[in-house]
């Protein structure tokens, strides 16, 4: 069965870097695109980024460009979210998730998630 | 970037009475590229609903979903005590793919 397990969260200060990771089973990875979301505590889902099945292509929601990087090895069954300059707004659970679509592109709504991991930045 | 809004915040309903959730986007949604889910508290969100009306695997028929253009609505005919949840809608016909803010659906 599919599964999505994040890690890499924690309590971070302001300004610094975190990264996530999702290891994933069940299918093949390398033939699917990813995302991440995020949800903030007692808010709702909020889309981060997705990444095509070779990486080639990333897309990110317009509050995240230049401090967060999608990223994949799928060598390693491993979806990545380098978290840079961090801020006290992006604290939340973020979940990784598989893309609805096999192949060449990706459809942009997930079908798995995984339970998430909470980042939490404050001094 | 395309932006969703859900109503009501809160629906208040008794088991076995239908619930209309309503999701109207801010520009057309292009080929009703939209997806409906639910979540629990301390779960992850469960796919409902893709193409604004067909069910994904697994869902039972009392979840229907219907719309196009800029007015969707998710139906579930017959409340089960399982289906009090938080209902979000998502659109993925352009990037940035977007969440609606959610619809707490409670047991009145």
């Known amino acids: 069965q599919v599964q999505l397990v994040e890690s890499g969260g924690g309590v971070v200060q302001p300004g610094r870097s975190l990264r996530l990771s999702c290891a994933a089973s069940g299918f093949t990875f390398s033939s699917y695109g990813m995302h991440w979301v995020r949800q903030a505590p007692g808010k709702g889902l909020e889309w981060v980024a997705v990444?095509?099945?070779?990486?080639?292509?990333?897309y990110y929601a317009d509050y995240v460009k230049g401090r967060l990087t999608i990223s994949r090895d799928n060598f390693e069954n491993t979806l990545y979210l380098q978290m840079n300059s961090l801020r006290a707004e992006d604290t939340a659970v973020y979940y990784c998730?598989?893309?609805?679509?096999?192949?060449?592109?990706?459809?942009?709504?997930?079908?798995?998630w995984g339970q998430g991991t909470l980042v939490t930045v404050s001094s | 970037e395309i932006v969703l809004t859900q109503s009501p915040g809160t629906l208040s309903l008794s088991p076995g009475e239908r619930a209309t959730l309503s999701c109207r986007a801010s520009?057309?949604?292009?080929?009703?590229?939209l997806a409906w889910y639910q979540q629990k508290p301390g779960q992850a969100p469960r796919l409902l609903i893709y193409g604004a009306s067909s069910r994904a695997t697994g869902i039972p028929d009392r979840f229907s979903g219907s719309g196009s253009g800029t007015d969707f609505t998710l139906s579930i005919s017959r409340l089960e005590p399982e289906d009090f949840a938080v209902y979000y809608c998502q659109q993925y016909g352009s990037s940035p793919y977007t969440f609606g803010q959610g619809t707490k659906l409670e047991i009145k």
């Open positions: 520009q057309s949604v292009s080929s009703s590229y």
């Open positions: 998730a598989r893309d609805s679509r096999y192949g060449d592109y990706v459809r942009g709504f997930p079908d798995y």
């Open positions: 990444i095509w099945y070779d990486g080639s292509n990333k």
